[in-house]
């Protein structure tokens, strides 16, 4: 039931939100969804399900992730009494070092080339899942990509226009990634069968590595095969090729680097939100933000958390522009998330929020430290994030991932949002039919920033899937969407949460999100008083927002978030499901 004063929700929705008590998916490909269901068809639990589905989407969405990248999940099997951290984010190389970037003559990590590659993780990552939590061996959970790699997928639209717009690049610069994704020279066509069987050969070594009746050793057998796969190309990662900086430079990623697997598990942070209780990956990710916000909002009146008016949409940006502000402030791999989180903190933050559109970068002060300044190099391009990556044609993408939400008939539940190692972010690497990711770009050349560049640190990331406890009901979901991924998951939590939305119908409202933060992906731009809105809020909305001082910029009807969530009602045994419309590639599925 709807708030007093709440705007209801709509009557219609895009597609019904499903129920169940076998088992559900929802993901941002319907292919990746079919084959999450498929393994549970087959007695597989939530586990092996989100595996195989997240080595598919390496296939189908390759410009959105791919395995040399990174992720970030958040599972609670049914037995466990909180959940737990997927941590699937490597670091940065010995070699990565402010000096060697000054030396190269950058002020900031590029957004593409191999020079901003971390230590991938998100391969690793997925198999320790499996190996601990999963019950399938690795033969049968692979065999969903390997069939994709060898056989073909029919390519995406946006595939194909990411290849069209870094054609030029691949041609001029790299052009193993010209061999795999332009044969004949032109841009793969959309709904074109695309193969890639240099990766395919990559998974049937890790099946072949890991043979035996053992599934744990075999897995753990895997993983080393994984790392000594990577370790033989690098190489090839060693010789210098075009970056977004328009220069040319060698990655710095060595087989020292790769020795120790670089995944593993975490405690996650949590906070209380209206009865509820929301879970997020720690200050290496931008997961406390949300917390921070939710914070912020939670004793405030039900008609200033409403997106769809005037006041609930100014006082939602206003807020995500101070928990941001204190991301880029406070955030990064070993720093003390909770102080953002502290009470007399979160009072003096929401205190701060105005009537007015506020043009200044205000991060929180702490007791224990100033917040650190990042350069605010102001940008007019307001738009960036509304949908797939906005990727120039240096290769530079500024932020958009995949993402996969499972839960089984045993109570088991999990979200994973993969990312990094886009077809555009360095060039592929013959052998292996994938490149490195860019993951790198998120630090800084500063020491005294706290996501300052340092080998054996991990980037602070934009990955942030998010689960809730909502009495008996166990909530996993997430969204791609870089700097937005936080931003578009707060309207949904708001709108179900305190205005009584089902999560379908919270997925289908229209939403908003600022730009008015550091973007963390190159070239490191803010944009003040910057909103971008689907035109679905409505005149009076948006020009209510302009009036009060935020330059918004329309992006469509139907254009920004791609969220996706399941559901288990541990009480009664039932599931749920619900999927994002936008793009027409997300799906749910389940019975």
């Known amino acids: 039931m709807s708030a007093a004063g709440y705007t209801p929700p709509p009557s219609f929705t895009t597609r019904p939100q499903l129920t169940g008590t076998f088992g559900i998916a ?8 079919a084959t999450a269901m498929a393994v549970l068809e087959r007695g597989g639990n939530a586990f092996d399900a989100a595996c195989a589905g997240g080595f598919v989407l390496h296939i189908v969405e390759p410009h959105l992730n791919g395995p040399g990248g990174d992720l970030v999940g958040i599972f609670q099997p049914a ?72 056989d073909g997928h029919p390519l995406l639209p946006a595939v194909s226009a990411t290849i069209g717009r870094v054609a030029d690049l691949f041609r001029e610069h790299w052009p193993a990634s010209a061999d795999l994704w332009m044969p004949g020279g032109a841009p793969a066509a959309a709904g074109a069968l695309h193969r890639n069987p240099a990766y395919a050969a990559v998974l049937r070594r890790l099946v072949e590595a890991g043979s035996g009746d053992d599934r744990i050793a075999a897995i753990d057998a895997a993983r080393t095969e994984w790392r000594r796969i990577l370790g033989d190309a690098c190489d090839e990662l060693a010789r210098p090729h075009r970056h977004s900086s328009g220069t040319d430079h060698a990655a710095v990623l060595t087989r020292a680097d790769l020795v120790d697997p670089p995944a593993g598990y975490e405690e996650p942070l949590s906070i209380p939100f209206r009865g509820r209780t929301v879970f997020k990956a720690g200050a290496w990710t ?29 006082t939602v940006v206003e807020t995500l522009k101070l928990v941001l502000a204190d991301r880029d402030a406070h955030l990064g791999d070993g720093a003390d998330a909770a102080a953002l989180l502290a009470d007399d903190v979160v009072t003096a933050r929401r205190a701060d929020l105005g009537d007015q559109a506020s043009s200044q970068w205000r991060p929180a002060r702490l007791a224990a430290r100033d917040p650190w300044r990042p350069p605010l190099r102001c940008d007019g391009a307001a738009a960036a994030g509304t949908g797939e990556p906005t990727v120039a044609r240096s290769g530079a993408t500024r932020g958009d991932t995949c993402h996969i939400d499972v839960a089984d008939r045993w109570g088991n ?77 707060l309207p949904m939590l708001l709108r179900m949460f305190v205005g009584g939305y089902t999560a379908q119908q919270a997925i289908d409202a229209p939403t908003l999100h600022t730009t008015g933060m550091v973007d963390s992906f190159w070239p490191r731009t803010w944009d003040p008083t910057g909103v971008v809105a689907e035109d679905r809020l409505g005149d009076e909305v948006l020009g209510g927002l302009a009036d009060r001082g935020h330059r918004v910029t329309r992006a469509g009807d139907w254009s920004l978030g791609r969220l996706s969530a399941v559901g288990v009602d541990r009480a009664t045994g039932i599931l749920w499901a619900a999927a994002n419309p936008r793009g027409v590639q997300g799906y749910a599925a389940g019975r």
């Open 286 to 314: 931008q997961g406390p933000a949300l917390l921070e916000a939710l914070r912020i909002l939670d004793p405030l009146p039900d008609d200033r958390l409403d997106p769809a008016t005037t006041a609930g949409a100014h």
């Open 79 to 150: 037995d466990a009494a909180t959940p737990t951290v997927l941590m699937g984010q490597g670091a940065a190389p010995a070699g990565a070092t402010i000096a060697h970037f000054r030396a190269e003559g950058l002020d900031l990590v590029p957004g593409a080339g191999g020079l901003a590659a971390a230590v991938p993780a998100a391969v690793d990552a997925w198999l320790l899942l499996l190996r601990d939590h999963g019950t399938w061996p690795l033969a049968d959970v692979l065999s969903f990509a390997i069939g994709y790699a060898e």
């Open 26 to 33: 929802a993901s941002t490909h319907a292919t990746a969804t």
């Open 413 to 489: 539940v999990i979200a994973v949002t993969p990312s990094g190692g886009w077809l555009q972010s360095s060039p592929v690497i013959p052998s292996l039919g994938f490149c490195l990711g860019t993951r790198l770009q998120m630090t800084w050349l500063d020491e005294d920033s706290p996501a300052a560049l340092r080998p054996g640190t991990r980037p602070r990331t934009t990955l942030s899937p998010t689960l809730v406890h909502d009495g008996d009901t166990r909530i996993a979901m997430g969204t791609p969407g870089g700097d937005q991924q936080d931003q578009w998951q």
